[in-house]
Nanobody, 126 residues
Framework: QVHLVESGGEMVQAGGSLRLSCAAP??????????MGWFRQAPGRERDFVAGINWIGGTTYYADAVKGRFTISRDNAKNMVYLQMNNLIPEDTAVYYCATNKFGLAAGLSRDYDRWGQGTQVTVSS
């Protein structure tokens, strides 16, 4: 069963913007119970935290590398979470994953997340 599906990744020039989406078609429990996070993994590197949002959307948390450029949001009515990425730089190139936190938190560590999507590729050219 597919739990999370990311989309929106593509190649973009430095300074450009992208909006990633993550659909949650089958989590078992209501989507609004989960905190959600975005992570990314560049070639040869570990998976890094990017942004998190709590179950109601009232708390968000960002990695220093993206603070001020990226915005995480969610629409519980549509079972969707988004990552708006502005002023992209080549160092943002990675596969981006969304994930669920079963405690409803905007957590910052990958070990706090239990379900993951397949990822969507973002490539930023200089």
């Amino acid at each position: 069963q597919v739990h999370l599906v990311e989309s929106g990744g593509e190649m973009v020039q430095a300074g450009g913007s992208l909006r990633l989406s993550c659909a949650a078609p089958g989590l078992g429990l209501p989507f609004s119970r989960y905190g959600m996070g975005w992570f990314r993994q560049a070639p040869g590197r570990e998976r890094d935290f990017v942004a998190g949002i709590n179950w109601i959307g009232g708390t968000t948390y960002y990695a220093d590398a993206v603070k001020g450029r990226f915005t995480i949001s969610r629409d519980n009515a549509k079972n969707m979470v988004y990552l708006q990425m502005n002023n992209l730089i080549p160092e943002d190139t990675a596969v981006y994953y969304c994930a669920t936190n079963k405690f409803g938190l905007a957590a910052g560590l990958s070990r706090d997340y239990d379900r993951w999507g397949q990822g969507t590729q973002v490539t930023v050219s200089s």
